[in-house]
């Protein structure tokens, strides 16, 4: 199945909140091997003035990704996730994200583009708390590899 | 505030900021799948890996990506100071299961590669390199400046 070429210009709602945990920080903060205290104690997060302790700077990509779902998941898609690379990322922060966030993020097919058998598709994620307050923006290029490819 | 100790004026395009090096093991990439939800096989399943046509389990792009930001973070001294972070993806790296080291070593440098006294900022340019290549291409964070 190739990729369907009218899925330029879609959107979809991310309507399910990640709410956004201090261990859920920590965690991932533990997985990219960061180290700096805002992201583990509560006091250390305060001296730099946030409310609560912060996420690293690419923590976004969690809501990203499950944006990102709704598009390789949706049957008419035509993208068959085993070939799927990721070509490039892009954090863009409005704000820095804060255990005790509750995160919504609507998805925007910006472009589609034939490279092959294969495509390139770029998405673009508005991340937001659910009372409206605009987070963070990425953007993803993923590459969907063609047989052979 | 920590990043008072950084001052824009004291800066300059191509100031170092520093290095560090991201071993890299199996079970790194298991808590990365963990912690980020990311649990595409070919970054676990050495089988289904070679599948698809990949060398071998390779890491998250993902977690390259965000284990190399932390050079940036200490330096800066606040992660929310990075306000903006891009990057293109242009080789994979291949962990190997290796018994009692890293199966992967990546090497990371950072310079300044633009200052924006206006906004406050400055363009911090990684190189992010796995065994001399370079594994991440335009790797650019920029910070936000006391």
């Given at each position: 199945m190739s990729i369907n070429p009218e899925l330029q210009g879609r959107s979809y709602r991310l309507g399910e909140i990640y709410s956004v945990g201090?261990?859920?920080?920590?965690?991932?903060?533990?997985a990219v091997k960061a180290t700096h205290a805002a992201h583990f104690?509560?006091?250390?997060?305060?001296?730099?003035?946030h409310a609560d302790l912060v996420a690293p700077p690419t923590y976004a990509i969690i809501v990203a990704q499950r944006a990102d779902a709704l598009l390789i998941n949706d049957a008419d898609s035509g993208i068959d996730f085993s070939r799927v690379v990721h070509a490039e990322q892009r954090f863009t922060h409005h704000r820095a994200?804060?255990?005790?966030?509750?995160?919504?993020?609507?998805?925007?097919?910006?472009?589609?583009r034939g490279m092959g058998g294969g495509a390139m598709i770029t998405t673009r994620a508005e991340i937001s708390t659910v009372t409206g307050e605009a987070v963070a923006t990425t953007v993803s290029a993923i590459l969907v590899r063609g047989e052979g490819q | 505030m920590t990043t008072a100790s950084l001052n824009i004026a004291d800066l300059s395009v191509g100031t170092e900021i520093g290095s560090r090096v991201i071993e890299i093991s199996r079970a790194d990439l298991i808590k990365y799948a963990g912690a980020s939800g990311d649990f595409n096989p070919i970054h676990w399943n050495e089988r289904f890996a070679r599948e698809v046509?990949?060398?071998?389990?390779?890491?998250?792009?993902?977690?390259?990506?965000?284990?190399?930001?932390?050079?940036?973070?200490?330096?800066v001294g606040d992660p929310a100071a990075?306000?903006?972070?891009?990057?293109?993806?242009?080789?994979p790296v291949p962990v190997?299961?290796?018994?009692?080291?890293?199966?992967?070593?990546?090497?990371?440098?950072?310079?300044?590669?633009?200052?924006d006294s206006d906004a406050g900022t400055a363009r911090i340019d990684l190189t992010v390199t796995l065994d001399g290549q370079k594994v991440l291409v335009k790797a650019q964070a920029t910070v936000r400046l006391a």
């Open positions: 201090r261990e859920s920080i920590r965690d991932f903060a533990r104690e509560v006091a250390a997060a305060h001296e730099l003035g994200i804060v255990a005790g966030d509750e995160l919504v993020a609507e998805l925007h097919v910006d472009a589609v | 046509e990949l060398p071998g389990v390779i890491a998250h792009g993902m977690f390259t990506m965000g284990a190399a930001v932390q050079l940036v973070t200490d330096w990075v306000v903006s972070y891009g990057t293109r993806f242009t080789k190997a299961d290796l018994e009692g080291g890293p199966g992967a070593v990546v090497a990371v440098t950072g310079v300044v590669g633009a200052l």
